[in-house]
């Protein structure tokens, strides 16, 4: 079973660029979340969707911050403009369903800006 | 709110040890308890998961507890090796919410 796959793996941009980062979860799974993850810390939930609609996106700062999942199936997470505090590592998550089921992570893009 | 915290924030210690690395959360409703390894640049890798109602969970060197009424989990890793080296997340399931809330992790290295 092939896992959670993130594109790209390592992007650099300067402040105030925008960036987007891919995400295709595990086949058949309905929940897909985006985590943000700054050195040092735990990653710290973003948005979760389940299939194509949002269920959580308390912790998104919608100013800069966006997400997608057309069709329920791949995500896209996009920052615009950015700012030296978004550096960290964008994680992307995938579950059978809502709730309490276990969460299969992918690799994570790294962010750096500059 | 939930709050998860990892004690301590790093350990080095020689290989063969037996060790145990601490997590405590502050809502005990929770549905589960997770650990994870992290490996550097890498995503999270699931080691173990704790449903609420379990006192306990074994895979293979690693021995995972939890006492959710005191707001506690320890993770035990016997006859440590090298490759153990990585950094490990403990995170909660919280009930109401449903999200996975992460401690800081504690960084582990094992020396040869």
């Known amino acids: 079973e092939a896992g959670v796959a993130q594109s790209p793996r390592y992007k650099i941009i300067e402040k105030r660029q925008s960036v987007a980062f891919w995400c295709n979860p595990i086949?058949?799974?309905?929940?897909l979340y985006w985590y943000q993850q700054i050195l040092g810390q735990g990653p710290k939930l973003l948005i979760q969707?389940?299939?194509?609609?949002?269920?959580?996106d308390s912790q998104l700062p919608k100013d800069r911050f966006s997400a997608e999942r057309l069709k329920g199936v791949d995500s896209t997470l996009k920052i615009q403009p950015a700012k030296l505090e978004d550096s960290a590592v964008y994680l992307c998550?995938?579950?059978?369903?809502?709730?309490?089921?276990?969460?299969?992570f992918g690799p994570g893009t790294r962010l750096t800006v500059t | 709110k939930q709050e998860v915290t990892q004690i301590p924030a790093a350990l080095s210690v020689p290989e063969g040890e037996n060790l145990v690395l601490n997590c405590s959360f502050t809502?005990?409703?929770?549905?589960?308890l997770q650990w994870f390894r992290q490996d550097p640049g890498k995503g999270l890798t699931s080691l173990l998961l704790i449903q609420s109602s379990q006192r306990e969970q074994t895979s293979g060197r690693l021995n995972a507890s939890l006492d959710k009424s005191s707001g506690r989990s320890t993770l035990y890793i016997a006859a440590s090796q090298p490759g153990d080296s990585a950094t490990y997340l403990c995170a909660v399931m919280t009930q109401g919410a449903q999200k996975l809330v992460f401690g800081q992790g504690t960084r582990l290295t094992i020396n040869p």
């Open positions: 998550a995938s579950s059978l369903k809502y709730g309490p089921y276990e969460q299969y």
């Open positions: 969707f389940q299939n194509n609609g949002v269920v959580d």
């Open positions: 809502d005990s409703a929770i549905y589960n």
């Open positions: 086949s058949g799974h309905a929940t």
